[in-house]
């Protein structure tokens, strides 16, 4: 089955212990990327990937690392999380990049909350 | 500053009835749009979408509009049933840019 896969589906931490959201999908797609969703605000992309070690960032990067070494994974790290970074995480991939207007496959997301 | 709007935070319809959900956007450069759909505890999916260059698009009971020169897409869905009651997420893009923006989402309830 096609899908896109994250971990942890629920996590609670403090302030500043460093954690990692696991992002796997098997569909062999190129594009890769990590959307925050937030109350009034929808889904704003953190960063995204074209291709293994291609990596940018989109609108709401601070605070957040991720790193592309395989074709199909894609992990967001916060190095320190602060309570602005409770919030619920979509990673999301799709064959083409945005600019083709490729569609975009979710995961079925990681609630956070930062204590 | 929201580049893509969804003024309505919610829509209730009765089942049978059309739903109409609206959109807005501000960036002309946009030239192709999406509808995402969201069920709770689950990611969005991949509704519908229309490029620039065409002003509807239909698929089954779900049409998406566009009004360039309004800069307002909607999504039409008849008729509507229980099951559609989510969030819908409208989105837009630049080809050559790699990123969609999404709107806020608009909770639809469909009433039996």
């Known amino acids: 089955e096609a899908q896109v896969t994250q971990n942890p589906r629920y996590l609670i931490t403090v302030t500043g212990k460093k954690l990692t959201v696991t992002c796997s999908q098997n569909?062999?797609?190129?594009?890769m990327s990590w959307y925050r969703q937030d109350p009034g605000l929808g889904l704003r992309q953190i960063y995204y990937?074209?291709?293994?070690?291609?990596?940018d960032k989109g609108d709401v990067p601070e605070g957040y690392k991720v790193s592309r070494k395989e074709k199909r994974n894609f992990p967001l790290i916060l190095e320190s999380p602060s309570p602005n970074q409770t919030s619920l995480y979509f990673c999301?991939?799709?064959?083409?990049?945005?600019?083709?207007?490729?569609?975009?496959?979710f995961g079925e997301g990681s609630r956070l909350t930062v204590l | 500053d929201q580049q893509v709007k969804q003024n309505s935070p919610s829509l209730s319809v009765q089942e049978g009835r059309i739903s109409i959900l609206n959109c807005d956007y501000t960036?002309?450069?946009?030239?192709?749009f999406l509808w995402y759909k969201k069920y709770p505890a689950e990611g969005p999916t991949f509704l519908i979408s229309?490029?620039?260059?065409?002003d509807k698009n239909e698929d089954g009971r779900f049409t998406v509009f566009l009004n360039k020169s309004a800069k307002h897409l909607s999504l039409h869905i008849v008729p509507s049933q229980p099951g559609d009651s989510a969030v819908y997420f409208c989105?837009?893009?630049?080809?050559?840019?790699?990123?969609?923006?999404f709107g806020q989402g608009t909770r639809l309830t469909i009433n039996p």
């Open positions: 999301a991939s799709s064959l083409m990049g945005q600019g083709a207007g490729g569609e975009l496959f």
């Open positions: 569909m062999n797609h190129e594009y």
């Open positions: 990937s074209m291709n293994v070690e291609v990596t």
């Open positions: 960036n002309s450069m946009f030239d192709y």
């Open positions: 229309i490029s620039s260059i065409k």
């Open positions: 989105a837009a893009g630049v080809q050559g840019a790699q990123k969609l923006v």
